[in-house]
């Protein structure tokens, strides 16, 4: 299979990392539906809508992931829009509702991220109860299970510990069943990765990090009968030398926000210390990784366009299959990704191929 690309939909303000650096990324409505246009003639396969209803890390503004998506679903003709949603906040019987009817919109676009929360304020703050960490999980398996049942099955019976569903119909049905993302890194969200999600996602790591997660996770899924894919997040910094590029990385941390990254630390790890691993995501995370919220900085996609497509490589043989970036400049760096990365990384997939075969 081809390496597929996504982007953040950069749906909350603030950009995607930590920092006042001056960013030409904007948050609306019409900012996004550019982006969109602009990505899926860049030759990007997905973007990922992101789920934020209360500010952090200085997000001030954010606009919903599925209504968000339902829009750009009309401005798009290629693009799929994976639309992340939070268990706990929303009813699994709502969301596919939602997600068939962006089907319905897009012809067959619609996918899901299913989020199972670190963020104990939004919970709180809309007076919704804080589970611990492995019953999120368990709720968030029992939210897909549903979700798969409404989409395919006649009627829906579901008994679980966090859902009942008694005999519902659904229609229409989605024209093509919408693959089902998530992320995590503790045991409880490998195992359920494993179980019922078609995409695991990961935060940025080094090449044996990521070797390490999906020979792990791969192993559960085949105990499980079952296979699943393999997508990376990556903070991209593409100019034309490495030094260029190393800079505006200096710049964005030299910039940082030390009370908003702090702020995101102190969350993240008061939710990981609430696994039974004691760690969760970002446990490894220093203040510098933690500029870029998902760890970006660390798959190392920042050099050269050569370099950037050189490491893309290097992650596809690796078992990655999906490449999930973020930019600094959204306004240019989506356009140049899909000029200068993009073909580069096409040519040396088919070199690599060509190799292969003799």
Do not use: C
């Not at 969760?280 to 920042?302: E, P, R």
Request: charged residues 25%; aromatic residues 10%; negative net charge.
């Amino acid at each position: 299979m081809s390496l597929k690309f996504a982007y953040w939909v950069p749906n909350v303000s603030g950009g995607l990392v930590i920092s006042k650096i001056p960013q030409k990324t904007g948050w609306s409505y019409e900012d996004n539906a550019r982006y969109a246009q602009q990505a899926e003639e860049a030759g990007f396969d997905f973007a990922l809508l992101q789920t934020r209803f209360i500010a952090s890390y200085g997000a001030d503004n954010q606009l919903e992931a599925v209504a968000l998506a339902s829009a750009l679903a009309t401005v798009t003709s290629k693009l799929k829009l994976i639309a992340a949603v939070l268990p706990g906040l929303w009813h699994p019987g709502t969301i596919a509702k939602a997600i068939s009817t962006i089907d319905q919109i897009s012809r067959g676009r619609a996918a899901v991220n299913i989020v199972s929360g670190w963020f104990k304020g939004e919970f709180h703050g809309f007076g919704e109860p804080w589970l611990d960490h492995n019953e999120r999980y368990r709720r968030s398996e029992e939210f897909i299970r549903v979700l798969r049942q409404l989409w395919t099955e006649e009627e829906t019976n579901f008994r679980g510990d966090f859902y009942r569903i008694n005999g519902a119909p659904h229609k229409p049905k989605p024209s093509v069943l919408p693959p089902v993302f998530q992320g995590g890194n503790s045991a409880a969200a490998r195992e359920m990765a494993a179980r019922v999600s078609d995409w695991y996602f990961m935060n940025g790591n080094t090449i044996d990090g990521f070797s390490a997660q999906i020979e792990e996770v791969s192993r559960l899924a085949a105990a499980e009968n079952r296979k699943l894919n393999f997508g990376v997040n990556a903070f991209v910094i593409v100019r034309d030398t490495e030094e260029e590029a190393r800079q505006v990385l200096r710049d964005i941390i030299d910039y940082a926000d030390p009370e908003a990254v702090e702020g995101f630390r102190s969350q993240v790890q008061f939710a990981g210390k609430a696994s039974p691993e004691r760690e969760g995501m970002w446990a490894n995370s220093n203040f510098d990784d933690l500029v870029q919220y998902n760890d970006g900085f660390k798959t190392g996609l920042i050099g050269t366009a050569e370099q950037v497509a050189d490491r893309i490589i290097e992650l596809k043989k690796i078992g990655v299959d999906l490449i999930l970036t973020g930019f600094l400049h959204y306004d240019e760096d989506i356009k140049a990704f899909g000029e200068k990365v993009i073909p580069l990384v096409r040519e040396k997939e088919a070199a690599l191929l060509s190799t292969s075969a003799t």
